[in-house]
């Protein structure tokens, strides 16, 4: 509520989660942000540098909207991993 105000909206349109911390279970976050959406106060959201695994446990609870990985010349990991888990949802 407080950072609401202090943004001046009644919601988030995008929500980020950025760095999954490994001590909070992402069922668990992904619970509290699908309250937020039922409340109306989140609108879409998303993870920033998520494993694949914790991208699947969050999407599972509460559709993600977004996906935010590295993805470079030099990194192309996703292409093995997240693109083709991403394919599926």
Do not use: N
Request: proline letters at 6%.
């Amino acid at each position: 509520e407080g950072s609401l105000k202090r943004l001046r909206t009644d919601h988030i349109d995008l929500l980020y989660q950025h760095r999954v911390d490994p001590k909070v279970p992402m069922e668990d976050v992904a619970g509290t942000v699908k309250d937020l959406m039922q409340e109306g106060k989140v609108l879409h959201w998303g993870l920033s540098e998520a494993s694949a695994r914790s991208i699947r446990r969050a999407h599972t609870v509460c559709p993600l909207s977004a996906v935010q990985s590295e993805y470079a010349i030099w990194w192309r990991e996703p292409e093995t991993k997240i693109f083709p888990m991403l394919e599926e949802f």
